[in-house]
């Protein structure tokens, strides 16, 4: 069994920068992971995801350039630079065992619990 565990979410001013970080534990070779986010009444979207060796890595347009992912062994992380107000949300860690490197959701077989990110104007 899987168990992620998300930290590093707090309150940014815009412009500033946060770091999320996700601790896997349990069997997690040869898995992917990715960061999702959730705004208040919408639905949860992709923002990164990483393969399982750390050598491909893809992003949501809204964040490309200003975001990077990356893992070492079983934790991810995310760099999160140049914030906006729209980057406020809860983001979720998330874990798949696959070669790929998703981009839904619906792929993701594990999820963390969630951490707050929110950014003033």
């Known amino acids: 069994q899987v168990q992620l565990v998300e930290s590093g979410g707090g309150l940014v001013q815009a412009g500033g920068s946060l770091r999320l970080s996700c601790v896997a534990s349990?069997?997690?070779?040869?898995?992917?992971m990715g960061w999702f986010r959730q705004a208040p009444g919408k639905l949860r979207e992709f923002v990164a995801a990483?393969?399982?060796?750390?050598?491909s890595a893809t992003y949501a347009d809204s964040v490309k350039g200003r975001f990077t992912i990356s893992r070492d062994k079983n934790t991810v992380a995310l760099q999160m630079n140049s914030m906006k107000p729209e980057d406020t949300a809860v983001y979720y860690c998330a874990a798949v065992r696959t070669v790929s490197v998703p981009i839904s959701r619906n792929n993701y077989s594990h999820w963390g619990q969630g951490t707050q990110v929110t950014v003033s104007s």
């Open positions: 349990g069997r997690t070779g040869s898995f992917a």
């Open positions: 990483i393969s399982w060796s750390g050598g």
